[in-house]
């Protein structure tokens, strides 16, 4: 478990208007060399270890053949307060997916649904057809990390997927405003002006991953490191995946 805290004279989901307090951290400091390291070895880790905000799932997804160029549409729950604050014109997983559509006619676009969208899609019946108007192919049952090594682009609004792409090495594409935007990493559809200094994937990681946060084992009832919670979060998912291959 992850937690923050944030001056609310500064609100984190709102950087338009408001400097967040990471926002400030990631501009003013100089990490140490250390820090550095540990935060490739860090996200080196977690890349082996297959770990994504979602749950693993055992839906295996192949690249297509004959495509040089792939690019994985990530969307979002649109009530999201990250969306609401910090979304600037562009709010709605449609027009985002129309956007790219039209602006990368030549690539073979992948369309990953958020996960709770998704679930609503199929329990009230409700087909990908209008998405498939705009996209190549919608990997709703497909998790991220099957499908993040395999594209070349990752186009989001403000999704933390965008920020799991950049750990992944691809080429990432931001159409409203996030935490790891404006740094020099992504492409910005809105500029963020007010971040002018250009950092590095690894300070980002430094920053938004060690310095920002706090941790909080749920097993010990303390506060822990960063790389005993990956470590648990790694058990927990194989946890799941050997009591789903049992129930199977």
Known sequence: ????????????????????DLEGLLHDTHFPTDMLLRAVTFRRSLVMAGLTRCTRSDTLWRRPVNHDRVILVVGQAENDASL?????????????????????????????PHPEVWARMQAQGHAANNLLLWCD??????PLSQL?????EVHVMNSLAGFEALMRGKKVSCYAQSFYSGWGLTNDVVPMAQRSRPISLDELVAGAMFSYPRYMSRLAGRMGHRDMARSQVHNAQNDLSLLSAALN
């Not at 478990?1 to 967040?20: A, D, K």
């Not at 014109?89 to 602006?103: E, I, M």
């Not at 993040?148 to 070349?152: A, D, E, G, R, Y």
């Open 1 to 20: 478990m992850t937690f923050t805290l944030e001056n609310l004279q500064t609100p984190l989901l709102e950087p338009s208007l408001f400097r967040s």
């Open 84 to 112: 609401k604050l910090g979304g600037d014109s562009l709010r709605c997983n449609l027009v985002l997916l129309k956007a790219v559509c039209q602006a990368h006619a030549d690539a073979y676009i992948v369309y990953k």
């Open 137 to 142: 192919e919608c990997a709703g049952d497909v």
């Open 148 to 152: 993040l090594p395999k594209v070349n």
